[in-house]
Structure formats: structure tokens, C-alpha cells
């Protein structure tokens, strides 16, 4: 039964740790994922428990066109990027980010102990996800990521 309490650190983390493709997956290397929301089975929206090793990215600077998106960090001090601006976050801040605004985001671990956070995103059908500095789009079709090149030619 998928309802039991779990403990979230429980909860072991996939064998695959990105869908990016070579060259991006290695700069999100230091990332762990525990999917906590996949784990009971929900649909509608992932939780994630993760946590960045010093030096990691948590994404590619990256925007969506339909799902928002949510962070809150329980530990370490993040700096979150939006486009070009930078603000360091510490334990109990939270962000958001909507839909469609076109802001382009980022969690990087600038500091010497690990970040660990919950991120909260819905699964829109059809979501567009765009990396403004990166040759790379993703298309989320029937519950999976399928990712190109800008020009359109799949990885």
C-alpha cells in the first residue's frame, strides 16, 4: 500500500540521475533526486526531495511554458539564479516560479555543505520546457521528457 509513511531519506533515489543528454547531464551530477511523489504513485504533481553537493546545479537554467513550479529549501544556502540575477536563499525560503513568465531559473550550490530542498511541480501535458544558453528544448508528452536540439533533431 502506497499510503504508509515513509521516511522521505527512505525513499532511494532512481538508477537514472537526468534525462539531459550528453554534454549537459554532467553538470548536474552532484544532484540527488528522491521522487517523492512518483514513490506514492501521485499524478497530477512530483515532489522532490534534493539535495546538491558543493559546486552542483540543480537544472539547467531552464523555463516551462505550462507547469509551475515550487522550492523550499530545508537546509544549506542555494544561490537561486533568474536570468542574470542572483539571490542566496537559506533554510525555511521558499520560491515559486509561474507558468509561462519566461523567466529562466536555477538552484547552483556556491557553498561548501550540501542544499537540501523540496521541489513541487505540476505534470501539464504538453509542457515546453526552454534553456535560454543551452542548445537543447524538452517536450513533455504522455508522462515523459523528449528532448531536442533547438533546430528540432531529437538527442
Known amino acids: 500500500m502506497k499510503s504508509v509513511p515513509v521516511a522521505a531519506t527512505q525513499i532511494p533515489p532512481p538508477h537514472k540521475k537526468t534525462v539531459y543528454p550528453h554534454p549537459f547531464a554532467s553538470r548536474v551530477a552532484g544532484r540527488t533526486k528522491r521522487k517523492l511523489g512518483d514513490h506514492f504513485g501521485l499524478t497530477n504533481f512530483g515532489v522532490n526531495l534534493t539535495e546538491l553537493a558543493p559546486g552542483a546545479f540543480s537544472a539547467l537554467l ?3 511554458s505550462k507547469q509551475d513550479e515550487f522550492v523550499y529549501v530545508l537546509e544549506g544556502t542555494p544561490t537561486l539564479v533568474l ?3 542572483e539571490h542566496v536563499l537559506k533554510p525555511g525560503d521558499c520560491v515559486g516560479f509561474k507558468a509561462g513568465d519566461g523567466v529562466a ?3 547552483v550550490n556556491r557553498s561548501r555543505e550540501p542544499v ?3 521541489e513541487v511541480g505540476d505534470r501539464t501535458e504538453g509542457d515546453e520546457t526552454s534553456y535560454p544558453y543551452d ?3 524538452a517536450l513533455f ?3 515523459s521528457w523528449q528532448l531536442a536540439h533547438k533546430d528540432g533533431r531529437p538527442y
Open 83 to 85: 536570468d542574470k540575477k
Open 135 to 137: 542548445d537543447l528544448k
Open 116 to 118: 537540501i530542498y523540496l
Open 141 to 143: 508528452v504522455k508522462g
Open 105 to 107: 531559473h536555477q538552484l
Open 62 to 64: 531552464h523555463h516551462h
